[in-house]
């Protein structure tokens, strides 16, 4: 039971990274339409540059965390401008090849500028363990989950009361409607990059102090195609969902199973949830169909 | 409103040939004799990468047909090839089948995979299916590294050398001609393809799927046909690299491999043979030449040898990137465009802006 426990909250804080994750690949593509490849690289991003501001400059770790948002977000909307913006209306495979040239270029220049090897230093998260009845839990862990859902839930009610949060789902409702309603479509592509880089480098900084810094970290990238079939494409409450569940997933069939049976699974699940579901569990169901 | 200006047929015979005109006859026996001539002059260096290209060429054409012809996106080459690699490999290691049939047997393998993998495109489009191929390269990926007692795991697979004629193949200049054969066979299958009902079935569906079905044809079909024609040729090309190489490792049909030919074929030109060969020869040769610009500037600086993998990797994307947002329609067009700026000299028609009009 204590094992089980452990590899519970274990699950749970590696379900809420892919959650933050997949929540900003939701809101770019609830916005924009596009499927964002490169959003583990913004993940990545956010481990590197937080571990740039504390361990390399020095900073303290809200100015660190401060600087890390401010230096996502100027990413995200450098990249939307410059890159996304000259494609609107073009062919899916052309967003897609375009954010996997994204990815590329980002594994690229962090690479080259921090090298292959993994950093580690001191975490924000308390080090210590709490101790649970027989279980033992890491401090670093338990905290990630409900610092995860608190930034999740101010996505949703981003989107549910702002402004700009609501302009967005008027887009992604009709886009020639909302621009006759004098909605301006490139502030909100713009916000929803901003808003997506925010989320993943929320998330790389707390993969940072959980598990430290390393290029494998872009792998998560592609968990988040799980996550967000199964969650739904469209719902930040489906990105949560789904993060718990597949984060959960891998661990219990890590452990109970093994095989390294626990890489694959997500995929299966993926799968599966295309053929039953394809629109996911909260997602809307206008998938289009052959 | 101008005239047009160019080329028009006067006989079936020209309208229907691949080459029709003297012009490029003659750049086709230019080619020829290139190809030809090439590996008596060429470097060992030189022999590989064009080994590599003419492989590549071969599996770029293969993805086209399903990709850029038929609309339908696959993140799977990489599994695609691994299927036409083990089998083949394993095939000739294991039961001594002479390496041309085991190389044909790991085709129709491969082309019955993709079939299997192209039933979801039945119910899923766009983007579901890129995403449900990128499940199937996971898992196909996962199969490859764990079912250890048939594919040997992570260990590498030592295939023997293919003999033909009593020659060993596995040198660089021998196995040159086996995929120059391969390469241009590709090329001819499918540029013909192209011009007959199906590769016309394959464009209808591409465009308009529900006009395809309106005007009879059966598009369920059509897309299995175009999964299994295109996986045909990504097993052959699979295949090819088992041979060439003569060991199979699974490092090379990872989710990269899928991208690097999606590259391919994006920066050659989706629904082009002549860009994907082009795509693939850019794609391929690219790290080579910045890994020899990095040794070049060695003496000067020092560190960049350290740097050689980041700058191929950033400069990979960021060619895709530059390529789709100044030219999606890739170095196939690009080529068009030289082509007739000297055809219609000094005049400025341009054949591609009459078409848009």
Redesign the interface.
């Known amino acids: 039971m204590d094992i089980f426990l452990q590899l519970t909250v274990s699950g749970l804080s590696t379900g809420m990274i892919y959650a933050l994750a997949a929540a900003g690949f939701v809101v770019i593509y609830k916005a924009s339409d596009v499927?964002n490849f490169a959003q583990g690289d913004l993940l990545l991003l956010g481990t590197y540059l937080i571990f740039f501001g504390v361990a390399q400059v020095g900073l303290p770790w809200s100015l660190g965390v401060g600087l890390t948002l401010l230096l996502a977000v100027a990413v995200a909307l450098a990249i939307e401008r410059l890159?996304l913006r000259?494609?609107v209306g073009?062919p899916?495979?052309?967003m897609?090849?375009?954010t996997?040239?994204?990815?590329?270029?980002?594994?690229?220049?962090t690479?080259?500028i921090w090298?292959p090897s993994p950093r580690s230093f001191d975490s924000f998260l308390p080090a210590g363990d709490i101790v649970l009845g027989p279980a033992t839990l890491s401090m670093a862990r338990v905290l990630s989950i409900p610092i995860a859902l608190a930034v999740l839930a101010g996505l949703g009610l981003f989107f549910r009361y702002a402004r700009d949060g609501i302009a967005m789902r008027a887009i992604a409702d009709d886009q020639q409607a909302a621009l006759s309603m004098g909605i301006s479509i490139p502030r909100v592509f713009g916000v929803a990059w901003g808003l997506a880089a925010v989320s993943a480098a929320l998330g790389g900084i707390m993969l940072a102090g959980i598990v430290g810094v390393s290029p494998n970290v872009a792998s998560i990238g592609?968990r988040v195609?799980?996550v967000v079939?199964l969650g739904g494409l469209d719902s930040i409450a489906g990105a949560i969902l789904g993060g718990a569940i597949i984060g959960l997933l891998e661990v219990y069939v890590g452990f109970y199973v093994g095989?390294?049976?626990n890489?694959?699974v997500p995929?299966?699940v993926?799968?599966l949830m295309?053929?039953v579901r394809?629109y996911g569990l909260f997602g809307k169901e206008v998938?289009?169909?052959? | 409103m101008s005239l047009d200006c160019g080329v028009f047929h006067t006989r079936y015979e020209a309208d229907m040939g691949l080459r029709p005109r003297p012009l490029q006859r003659l750049r086709l026996g230019m080619l020829a004799l290139f190809v030809l001539g090439f590996p008596f002059v060429a470097s060992a260096y030189w022999l590989d990468l064009a080994n590599q290209v003419a492989i590549a060429t071969v599996g770029a054409i293969g993805l086209n047909i399903l990709?850029g012809y038929t609309g339908q996106?696959s993140l799977g080459q990489g599994a695609f090839m691994a299927i036409g690699a083990y089998t083949a490999g394993l095939l000739t290691l294991n039961f001594g089948v002479p390496w041309g049939a085991s190389v044909f047997a790991a085709c129709l393998l491969t082309a019955a995979a993709g079939t299997f993998f192209g039933l979801?495109?039945?119910?899923?489009?766009?983007?579901?299916l890129?995403?449900?191929t990128?499940?199937?390269q996971?898992?196909v990926e996962?199969g490859m590294?764990?079912w250890t007692a048939v594919t040997g795991g992570t260990e590498a697979i030592v295939v023997p050398a293919p003999v033909l004629f009593g020659v060993r193949m596995n040198t660089n200049f021998n196995f040159y001609w086996i995929a120059v054969l391969a390469a241009a066979g590709t090329a001819l299958f499918a540029a013909n393809l192209m011009r007959s009902r199906i590769g016309r079935a394959f464009e209808a569906v591409r465009d308009q799927?529900i006009a395809a079905s309106v005007i009879g044809v059966d598009?369920?079909r059509t897309k299995l046909l175009a999964f299994a024609t295109s996986s045909f040729f990504v097993g052959l090309a699979g295949a090819m690299i088992a041979f060439h190489r003569n060991i199979i490792t699974w490092e090379r049909f990872t989710?990269s491999t899928s991208?690097v030919f999606?590259?391919m074929i994006?920066v050659g030109g989706?629904g082009s043979i002549r860009g994907s060969f082009l795509g693939a020869a850019l794609i391929t040769l690219l790290p080579a030449m910045i890994t020899n610009v990095g040794r070049a500037i060695q003496d000067t600086a020092p560190q960049a040898a350290?740097?050689l993998?980041?700058?191929?990797?950033?400069?990979?994307?960021?060619?895709?990137?530059l390529f789709?947002?100044f030219e999606?329609r890739g170095l196939s067009k690009l080529w068009e465009n030289a082509k007739d700026y000297f055809h219609v000299w000094p005049f400025a028609y341009r054949r591609g802006e009459r078409r848009a009009a």
């Open positions: 499927i890159v000259p494609l073009e899916i495979i052309s897609i090849m375009v996997i040239g994204l990815s590329s270029v980002l594994r690229g220049v690479g080259a090298g592609l195609f799980p079939i095989h390294g049976l890489l694959v995929y299966v993926l799968v295309l053929m394809p998938i289009e169909r052959v | 990709v996106i979801p495109s039945l119910r899923l489009k766009g983007l579901y890129a995403i449900a990128l499940a199937a996971e898992i996962w590294t764990n799927d598009v369920f989710l991208i999606l590259a994006i989706l350290s740097l993998p980041y700058a191929q990797q950033a400069v990979f994307g960021i060619v895709i990137i789709l947002i999606p």
